[in-house]
């Protein structure tokens, strides 16, 4: 028979009562700062053209206090025409980002792939609503795998140390014996 008065928790405690579980997740999000440009405005919309669009976006990262950092997710859009420039957008959409027992590199992973995967959907919402608040129509952003992009971007840091590691190794003059 089981012992009901007995409760097994799956929470780690050690020795003086600290929770020392791997813990992260987002606390807040919000826009840091927009700017959205209608500079050919109202001609533009009598061009008969659809612009095309240049998008560019960057993830940084931030130790803001103690277990908390911020991961901006920065989106510009430039759409032009022959005719001109019809639109620009320019997102910066911040998270405080909560962390806690975990090792370096998780750490890194969070901030650099899951938190802007977290908080790419409203970054986009507010890219919709801009471009539709500019008079054209809401320009909804195709999903990034930041994960992927995360690990192509370390490979190639990785590849860029061994290929400097074994320029500077076989650079190296022949010393004397």
């Known amino acids: 028979m089981a012992d009901e008065g007995n409760v097994t928790s799956s929470l780690k405690i050690d020795g003086n009562g600290e929770d020392t579980l791997p813990t ?3 606390i807040s999000q919000y826009v840091k700062d927009l700017s959205v440009e209608n500079p050919n405005a109202p ?11 240049d998008v560019q976006f960057n993830i940084a990262a931030r130790a ?6 911020e991961v901006e997710l920065k989106i510009q859009i430039n759409a032009r025409t022959e005719a001109g420039v019809a639109y620009i957008i320019d997102l910066t959409y911040a998270g405080l980002v909560g962390m806690r027992n975990l090792e370096e590199a998780q750490m890194h992973a969070f901030l ?28 909804m952003l ?3 795998d930041f994960n992927g992009l995360y690990i192509q971007q370390l490979a190639a840091q990785a590849q860029a140390q061994d290929h400097t590691h074994s320029a500077s190794v076989t650079d190296e003059p022949a010393g004397n014996a």
């Open 24 to 26: 992260a997740g987002v």
């Open 112 to 139: 650099f792939a899951e938190a802007p995967r977290i908080l790419f959907p409203f970054a986009r919402r507010v890219i919709a609503d801009a471009v539709r608040d500019t008079g054209f129509a809401p320009v």
């Open 142 to 144: 195709e999903p990034i």
């Open 64 to 69: 803001i206090e103690g277990d908390v950092h």
């Open 43 to 53: 001609e533009c919309f009598a061009w008969a053209d659809a612009p095309s669009m």
